[in-house]
């Protein structure tokens, strides 16, 4: 009862804080400013004609409603340079997806062998110090020149961004399995592999979980950055392409969508970390 009242009090407060937000928004940028001219279908949506300008920093109703004319039309193809919001979110959501899923693959079983072996946990602990630290951008340029493609070398670099958060927590995990239930099954005689499916994996899966949902939140983030280095596709090329056409609503509704998305991946990997943490 009192988690309820907690969440519903919670709720009212984000609404307030989210109609001031609107609000300050709104009288911030009611004033005239430098105009920008707006697309035809755009200008009949707002009901203006297209010579009208607009305010350079446009206010939460221009914004709305740009937001509503992307929904209407989410995968148009007008061309390279001219595709509607949904298809550049598939294309980043497919590279998040496709060097995610390699990194999480590549690095639970590395952190399984650095948690079960304190030798291997020395002798990989200089490579994961020195590597970690690097920017996930700073091997774009070293990617680009040896896989000379732009759509696999922003996947190298989601996998490589990816990797460190998942193999750091899935190695923590398993070694704070408690000794106890180990020597338990030394006892009876189970063997590695065996081990570490049934009594390993089960104790640190929420801690594993828990280094996954940082790291898809990493991606999610440099996905943007890799996409405006490489152009061509995704989300974070409409934002770099449309801040070239000086469309800030444009940015700022893809801004919006960004933000979003993040929010329901990381929703996701929250739901299932719960789930294995306390099984309904």
């Given at each position: 009862?009192?988690?309820?009242?907690?969440?519903?009090?919670?709720?009212?407060?984000?609404?307030?804080?989210?109609?001031?937000?609107?609000?300050?928004?709104?009288?911030?940028?009611?004033?005239?400013?430098?105009?920008?001219?707006?697309?035809?279908?755009?200008?009949?949506?707002?009901?203006?004609?297209?010579?009208?300008?607009?305010?350079?920093?446009?206010?939460?109703?221009?914004?709305?409603?740009?937001?509503?004319?992307?929904?209407?039309?989410?995968?148009?193809?007008?061309?390279?340079?001219?595709?509607?919001?949904?298809?550049?979110?598939?294309?980043?959501?497919?590279?998040?997806?496709?060097?995610?899923?390699?990194?999480?693959?590549?690095?639970?079983?590395?952190?399984?062998?650095?948690?079960?072996?304190?030798?291997?946990?020395?002798?990989?602990?200089?490579?994961?110090?020195?590597?970690?630290?690097?920017?996930?951008?700073?091997?774009?340029?070293?990617?680009?020149?040896?896989?000379?493609?732009?759509?696999?070398?922003?996947?190298?670099?989601?996998?490589?961004?990816?990797?460190?958060?998942?193999?750091?927590?899935?190695?923590?995990?398993?070694?704070?399995?408690?000794?106890?239930?180990?020597?338990?099954?030394?006892?009876?005689?189970?063997?590695?592999?065996r081990r570490a499916f049934?009594?390993?994996?089960?104790a640190a899966a929420p801690?594993?979980?828990?280094?996954?949902?940082?790291?898809?939140?990493?991606?999610?983030?440099?996905?943007?950055?890799?996409?405006?280095?490489?152009?061509?596709?995704?989300?974070?090329?409409?934002?770099?392409?449309?801040?070239?056409?000086?469309?800030?609503?444009?940015?700022?509704?893809?801004?919006?969508?960004?933000?979003?998305?993040?929010?329901?991946?990381?929703?996701?990997?929250?739901?299932?970390?719960?789930l294995v943490t306390f099984?309904?």
């Amino acid at each position: 009862m009192k988690a309820a009242s907690l969440t519903g009090r919670a709720a009212v407060v984000s609404i307030a804080l989210f109609l001031a937000f609107i609000l300050a928004w709104h009288l911030a940028t009611r004033g005239a400013g430098p105009t920008q001219a707006m697309d035809p279908e755009y200008a009949k949506l707002m009901g203006v004609t297209a010579t009208q300008g607009k305010s350079a920093m446009p206010g939460p109703a221009d914004v709305g409603a740009k937001l509503w004319f992307h929904l209407k039309r989410p995968f148009y193809d007008n061309g390279p340079n001219d595709k509607g919001v949904g298809i550049q979110l598939a294309y980043s959501i497919v590279r998040v997806f496709i060097g995610y899923l390699l990194a999480v693959a590549v690095a639970v079983p590395i952190g399984f062998l650095i948690g079960m072996s304190p030798l291997m946990s020395k002798a990989l602990d200089p490579f994961i110090q020195v590597l970690k630290p690097i920017s996930p951008l700073a091997w774009m340029p070293l990617a680009l020149y040896t896989i000379k493609d732009s759509s696999l070398s922003a996947i190298f670099v989601i996998f490589i961004c990816s990797l460190w958060p998942t193999m750091i927590n899935t190695a923590f995990g398993v070694a704070a399995v408690r000794r106890e239930w180990l020597n338990v099954a030394k006892t009876l005689e189970v063997g590695t592999l065996r081990r570490a499916f049934t009594i390993i994996l089960p104790a640190a899966a929420p801690t594993i979980l828990t280094g996954m949902r940082i790291s898809i939140g990493i991606a999610w983030l440099v996905i943007v950055a890799a996409e405006m280095l490489v152009g061509g596709t995704g989300i974070g090329y409409f934002v770099w392409n449309e801040w070239n056409n000086l469309s800030i609503t444009n940015v700022i509704t893809a801004i919006l969508v960004i933000g979003i998305v993040g929010m329901l991946l990381d929703l996701i990997l929250a739901r299932l970390t719960r789930l294995v943490t306390f099984p309904e």
